[in-house]
């Protein structure tokens, strides 16, 4: 298992910008691949990004506005969000996977807590 925390998350304004965080521990974190996923009230967790074998991959929702990426030495990964938007209003939750270039829910074994992450119009 992966032990996941993230930081990061909290209100700003439509147009805005944040960074998340999410530091990681426990096994090897060259074995696992971490990626973001989200959740807003009432909807299902969605996938926003992640790290492949050698490169990001994105939810379209995100593309041009998202960006994920991570520090090894630090065993953290971000996530740079800009252009923000009232409707990316959601708890936004770090995950882990050894099947690398997933987007599924269940192939990530390992979760964060979540950052609340609220975008007003």
């Known amino acids: 298992q992966v032990q996941l925390v993230e930081s990061g998350g909290g209100l700003v304004q439509t147009g805005g910008s944040l960074r998340l965080s999410c530091a990681a521990s426990?096994?090897?974190?060259?074995?696992?691949?971490m990626g973001w996923f989200r959740q807003a009230p009432g909807k299902e967790r969605e996938f926003v990004a992640a790290?492949?074998?050698?490169?990001?991959y994105y939810a379209d929702f995100v593309k041009g506005r998202f960006t994920i990426s991570r520090d090894s030495s630090k065993n953290t990964v971000y996530l740079q969000m800009t252009m923000l938007k009232p409707e990316d209003t959601a708890v936004y939750y770090c995950?882990?996977?050894?099947?690398?270039?997933?987007?599924?829910?269940?192939?990530?074994?390992?979760w964060g807590q979540g950052t609340q992450v609220t975008v007003s119009s």
């Open positions: 995950a882990a996977t050894a099947k690398f270039g997933s987007t599924r829910v269940t192939d990530f074994g390992s």
């Open positions: 790290w492949g074998h050698y490169s990001a």
């Open positions: 426990g096994r090897t974190f060259s074995n696992y691949r």
